[in-house]
């Protein structure tokens, strides 16, 4: 099982470009198979989900031609099969989008049911409760959602709660549901907008995505088209509170500056200098940060995915800070990891009350899930000594050429996986 080994204590300095969002590459490579024409969809991430994904698109019959790392043409026309197989939804959750998907185009699909997932049970109500408002009849059937219709119609669907998940299946399949569709509290994330951008674009016609209320008008038929993927604003986010932890200076590049506001405004609040182009941001750390407090929201909120990265750096911050995570019940799992490295951090319920201290000290963690296993990265870089960070095949799902990027900007950071390529990094470190 591959690791990282990390000598921490330098500053990070230096240029990062940043990958696609991988949020919204997965429902735009779902969404690429609703029509019989090409898709061209670029700026994609070389992440593990997104190949998992496009894995279990070829393998219902649709031709995926990756051209290069970061540009893949689908062509859904020769789709054959409506089930989706059991061993690509455990990998990855998000291939639930290929239930809206298939549902909008063919009026049936199939896809196994997501297991729990290892920062908390994650329910998919909202998404069956839309599908069903659609027309359609959704069951669950030997551990797998089956929904039919012999027609979708368009719908007035108010959702429980805001989801990123639910809003975006259930646009999907309104897109190609006859008549008009409203959904009402409804996920307001850059991804969500994507994912509207793209279906316009093969012809859709949907309005009002990045508020919470979507109107759709179904339309009978999709066409093929050409796009480019946003920028990863959770990647990005990464980088900056890598430069807050380890007191550095970083240009993050190729980024929207608009979708990063929440975390520009947290690492503002602590003392870091953030200055804003048009397409990337700087942040520079030049002494020691202070306390915050801190509550994970629905975008435009503080996004949930960024909140191990915010702990670990308020970890080493002068005075108490307090995260609340309101999103997901169990995304405090990383905490114990980040004590054992010599952080003052207590959970108590959806609460972590952090004192900050002056170091933390390398130790062996594990990664827990994938944005908490960058932060326990994060943190070996800013700590003493050296760190090993196991069960890394979390971080690869969701951050592309994490290490390279790394040790551009100065970190000790190496890939192992054996005993032996351990000795031969610390004796090169020293
Ligand atoms: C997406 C992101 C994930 C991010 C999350 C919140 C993808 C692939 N993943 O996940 O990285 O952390 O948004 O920004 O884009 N809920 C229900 N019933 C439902 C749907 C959701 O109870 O049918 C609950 C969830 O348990 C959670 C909350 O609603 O407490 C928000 O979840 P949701 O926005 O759906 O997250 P995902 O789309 O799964």
Excluded: W
Aim: contains cysteine.
């Amino acid at each position: 099982m591959d690791q990282y080994i990390i000598k921490g204590g330098n500053p990070l300095v230096g240029e990062v470009e940043i990958a696609g969002a991988k949020n919204a590459a997965l429902a735009i490579l779902a969404a690429a198979i609703m029509t019989d024409d090409t898709v061209l969809i670029e700026n994609l991430p070389d992440v593990r989900d997104i190949n998992v994904l496009l894995e279990a698109i070829a393998e219902i019959g649709a031709k995926v031609d990756r051209i290069n790392r970061s540009t893949v043409r689908i062509n859904g026309s020769t789709i054959q099969d409506i089930s989706v197989d059991y061993e690509y939804i455990k990998k990855i959750r998000a291939s639930y989008y290929l239930l809206g998907a298939l549902l909008g185009k063919y009026k049936k699909a199939e896809v196994p049911l997501p297991g729990g997932c290892n920062i908390g049970s994650r329910p998919i109500d909202q998404h069956l409760k839309g599908f069903r408002a659609l027309g359609a009849k959704v069951d669950i059937i030997n551990g797998a959602i089956v929904a039919k219709a012999d027609q979708l119609h368009g719908s007035h669907i108010f959702l429980d709660m805001v989801s990123v998940g639910a809003t975006i299946n259930i646009m999907m399949a309104a897109s190609m549901a006859p008549g008009r569709t409203i959904i009402e509290n409804a996920a307001r994330e850059p991804h969500v907008v994507d994912v509207a951008n793209l279906l316009n674009c093969m012809g859709a016609n949907i309005k009002g995505a990045g508020t919470d209320v979507i109107r759709i008008k179904g339309v009978e038929k999709l066409h093929g088209t050409e796009y480019s993927i946003i920028p990863d604003q959770i990647e990005a986010g990464t980088f900056m509170f890598a430069a807050a932890a380890t007191r550095g200076d970083i240009m993050v590049k190729n980024v929207i500056p608009k979708h990063l506001e929440a975390t520009t405004a947290k690492l503002e609040e602590i003392g870091c200098e953030v200055e804003e182009f048009d397409d990337a941001v700087r942040v520079v750390a030049s002494k020691r940060l202070r306390r915050t407090h801190v509550k994970t929201l629905p975008y435009p909120g503080y996004p949930t995915d960024m909140q191990p990265q915010i702990a670990v750096t308020l970890a080493l911050a002068q005075g108490t800070s307090i995260v609340t995570e309101s999103i997901f019940e169990n995304r405090f799992k990383y905490a114990d990891e980040l004590a054992r490295m010599g952080a003052n951090i207590k959970v108590e319920g959806n609460t972590a009350i952090i004192d900050g201290v002056e170091k933390l000290s390398g130790a062996r963690v594990s990664a827990p899930d994938l944005r908490a296993g960058a932060a326990l990265v994060i943190a070996g870089l800013a700590a003493e000594g050296i760190t090993i960070v196991d069960d890394i095949v979390y971080i690869q799902r969701g951050y592309e050429n994490f290490e390279h990027k790394l040790r551009s900007l100065g970190a000790e950071i190496e890939r192992v996986s054996s005993e032996k390529e351990i000795q031969k990094f610390k004796l090169r470190v020293g």
